[in-house]
């Protein structure tokens, strides 16, 4: 049975509940305050997005110093 993460909306709860493949409608309450405002979290486990780098070329002028 899948675990799915639920945050609650009123108290900002997380909390993780056992339901099944199938959930017939959205009736979790939350374990705090028993708020219905609640809403699933999906876990990031994979999240595969066009990474883009950006590089700034920028040299230090060397010997630099002063002495004090
Ligand atoms: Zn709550």
């Given at each position: ?43 990031s486990f ?23």
């Open positions: 049975m899948p675990i799915y993460e639920y945050i609650c909306l009123k108290c900002n709860e997380k909390f993780t509940l056992l339901q099944s493949m199938y959930p017939a409608d959205n009736n979790t309450e939350c374990p705090k305050c028993f708020s219905r405002e609640v809403k699933k979290v999906i876990s994979s999240c595969a997005t066009g990474s883009k780098e950006s590089a700034s070329s920028s040299v230090p002028a060397p010997g630099f110093g002063g002495g004090g």
